[in-house]
């Protein structure tokens, strides 16, 4: 089993304090000392800041990291010269050197605690393991007796929320394994075991027994959770310890499981019934995939292609740039262990298997053995994708498939059916252009050119394929675009004089050369500008591009001198 790290939602919030009218207490000497710092920035605060940040849980202040944190960091210099600050944290916190985010992070940690000095807060990351989920626990027992929820402030947050962060992976491993001696036996620890197992779905098969035999029992479990629903924008948080039935409680640990919420156990069942038919979804929250599988979905690889990828749970999609899976999941295993079992483990490639007029995301190095295997788990994919049919691999570029997915697969845990296209068509390209029926792959790929819902960075390769297929009818298509002199700046159009000049350059020389002319003064925002993209490309496709670009830069009329500069 591998470690896997599930972030919290952030809450954001802007605290409002002004340097310039500080309280009478506030020293004006900026302060060198950790302490210091935390008495700083207390006394900054108004009253209805201190009830707030008192009053949220210990492991969410990561949510004031963004913006109080942000303020922090300015106001007491720590990326500029303030060592001794940075210094005195590194040594409060027990480390030679802090980063100063981290540093701010620490300081909103020292104001919580000087916040709430009058409880006696736990670090539960320092706990023994064999006290662990006792002392939580006994927390809870004490909060429920003294009537006090701000007793329950430190707990860890998997207690009252579905997500956590664990940075330690052997402190969690040990965890782990002392939770699944507790749900061994019955004891009162047994239900907190139970939820601490769910955080993840490795341990689904450990945990599904006794959460099936909780599922249909309505009594009260005496299992008590705390929970804390924060306000940022009233700046206000409230707290409550909420008592479980047997059934909510294993509502809760299977929507740890599978990333929902169940409201009932209708809600639940119906869920189940929709995983077991959907083959994306069962895979989605399977508890593992092993050599077996392997081998049968090896021999289904459309199938295969679209597990990995539209579950979005091997392999990482770029859903905002270039639509493309760029790393996948190591955490879990799956994809070190399937390329072991194709051998792709011991290859090495010197790029991703996408063409390369696809703008993606790049690699500082492949000097590491991990960005190595994320090349190897690329191109591991691109293998399958190769030995999907042709008929299979067509069918599967088609709009109609993206509707019919629409219509009887996709659900909110499942990616929209445009990735599986954008990774076809960044690898399949010599399959794409064998088609028998230009007229055909040509209206498939007009389709994704005219709706660009894939990514802008697919319209350079997409606005090449149609070039590559038919050029008569390419050019047809994109003559709209050249009608008149435009007024801003174009993705599109972009796209397009990249592919005439890298695939019909002699045909249409005569149109970019005037078209240059027609653009030059024009101050588009459009990166890379469109004077500059054509300069570039001229200069470096070959040497019928390069004895243009020569005579546009002697020409008198050239004013650019900064793409020189630039280049």
């Not at 210091?36 to 202040?61: C, G, H, Q, S, W």
């Not at 001794?84 to 100063?100: Q, R, T, V």
């Not at 049968?296 to 999609?317: H, V």
């Not at 002319?517 to 101050?523: L, N």
Request: aromatic share 14%.
């Amino acid at each position: 089993m591998k470690f896997k790290c599930v972030l919290f939602l952030h809450i954001s919030f802007v605290f409002n304090y002004s340097c310039s009218a500080l309280p009478s207490n506030v020293p004006t000497q900026q302060p060198e000392t950790y302490l210091e710092a935390v008495t700083y920035i207390y006394n900054l605060m108004d009253e209805d800041n201190r009830v707030y940040v008192k009053n949220v849980p210990f492991n969410d202040l990561i949510m004031f990291h963004r913006h109080w944190g942000a303020k922090i960091r300015a106001s007491l210099n720590l990326w500029g010269g303030n060592r001794e600050l940075l210094k005195s944290c590194a040594e409060n916190l027990g480390s030679d050197s802090i980063h100063p985010e981290s540093a701010s992070q620490f300081i909103i940690e020292g104001v919580w605690k000087k916040l709430n000095a009058d409880i006696d807060s736990i670090d539960f990351s320092k706990l023994d393991t064999n006290v662990y989920f006792i002392r939580i626990l006994e927390t809870i027992q004490l909060a429920k007796k003294n009537n006090d929820n701000r007793l329950m402030l430190s707990l860890p947050s998997w207690v009252y929320k579905q997500w956590e962060y664990w940075d330690n992976e052997e402190r969690w491993f040990n965890l782990n394994n002392e939770a699944k001696k507790i749900i061994k036996g019955e004891n009162e620890l047994n239900s907190l075991a139970l939820l601490f197992l769910s955080q993840t779905k490795e341990n689904l098969d450990i945990v599904d027994d006794k959460l099936q035999q909780k599922l249909t029992h309505l009594e009260y479990d005496d299992i008590h959770l705390p929970e804390f629903v924060v306000n940022s924008e009233e700046k206000r948080t409230v707290s409550k310890l909420r008592s479980l039935t047997s059934q909510e409680l294993a509502l809760n640990c299977y929507g740890m499981l599978y990333q929902r919420e169940f409201l009932s156990l209708d809600d639940y069942n119906q869920w189940m019934q929709l995983r077991d038919s959907n083959y994306l979804i069962r895979w989605k929250y399977a508890s593992e995939m092993n050599t077996d599988d392997f081998e049968r979905l090896l021999k289904m690889p459309r199938k295969f292609l679209e597990i990995l990828i539209l579950t979005n749970q091997y392999y990482d999609i770029d859903e905002h740039n270039s639509g493309l899976a760029y790393r996948y999941n190591s955490y879990d295993g799956i994809v070190d262990s399937l390329m072991a079992f194709t051998a792709f483990n011991n290859k090495d490639f010197d790029k991703e298997p996408y063409d390369e007029s696809i703008k993606k995301r790049a690699y500082n190095s492949l000097d590491s053995e991990y960005n190595k295997n994320v090349m190897r788990a690329l191109h591991m994919l691109s293998d399958i994708a190769d030995h999907i049919p042709a008929a299979d691999l067509y069918d599967m570029l088609s709009p109609s498939t993206i509707i019919k997915y629409e219509t009887t697969l996709k659900t909110e845990d499942l990616l929209d059916y445009k990735y599986v296209v954008s990774f076809l068509l960044a690898t399949q390209k010599e399959r794409i252009l064998a088609h028998p029926n230009s007229d055909e792959i040509f209206n498939i790929v007009k389709y994704y050119w005219d709706n660009r819902f894939i990514s802008w960075a697919m319209q350079y390769y997409i606005a090449e394929l149609l070039v590559q297929i038919d050029l008569d009818r390419a050019k047809t298509v994109f003559s709209p675009e050249f009608e008149k002199i435009p007024d801003h700046g174009s993705f599109t159009r972009n796209a397009i004089i990249e592919a005439l000049i890298k695939y019909n350059f002699v045909q249409d020389k005569v149109f970019l050369y005037n078209w240059y002319w027609k653009i030059q003064e024009k101050e588009f925002l459009t990166v890379p500008r469109e004077w500059s993209l054509m300069l570039s490309l001229l200069r470096d496709t070959n040497d019928e591009t390069n004895a243009l670009y020569k005579s546009i830069i002697n020409d008198s009329r050239f004013s650019r001198q900064e793409f020189f500069e630039d280049n």
